[in-house]
């Protein structure tokens, strides 16, 4: 995986909360996703904050995979509680789900915050875009980041069509 990421890679950031949404509290880990984007390259719209609402989450991601951006990051909505409904939403826009990421971002945070095995978070692809699910915290993105990285160049290549070198 030596591939670099494209200078004019874009990612969108949404987070799904309730709370932030209303005011409650800031954006903290939308925040820190976008931030940690940028650090990987990335031209970063949002974070867009949203309420745990899978329908209007569904159109804030079709809107992101719409824009043409190569990947669409959430954070949030990803827990056991009735109103997560970040996945369900996520994956009403996924074309195929590739699940190894979303396995790898818990098992990266498993030995640190055992709970993170909880997330529900999915991940997978919509036409040429990548969407990843993410905690809501900033622990859970910096961890899903950490795991991200590495894998981010070789995923926007492939799915801009380049071959499996």
Known sequence: M?????DDARAVVVTASNRASAGVY????????????RALGFTVEGPHVR??????????LLEAIGSGADVVVTTGGTGLSPTDVTPEATRRVLDREAPGIAEAVRRYGEGKVPTSVLSRGIAGTAGRTLVVNLPGSTGGVRDGLAVLGPLLPHVVSQLRGGDHA
């Not at 800031?26 to 984007?37: I, N, V």
């Not at 309420?51 to 159109?59: F, G, I, N, R, T």
């Open 2 to 6: 030596n591939a670099a990421l494209p």
């Open 51 to 60: 309420p745990d609402d899978a329908a209007e989450l569904e159109v804030v």
């Open 26 to 37: 800031a954006d903290r880990s939308g925040q820190a996703l976008a931030e940690g984007l």
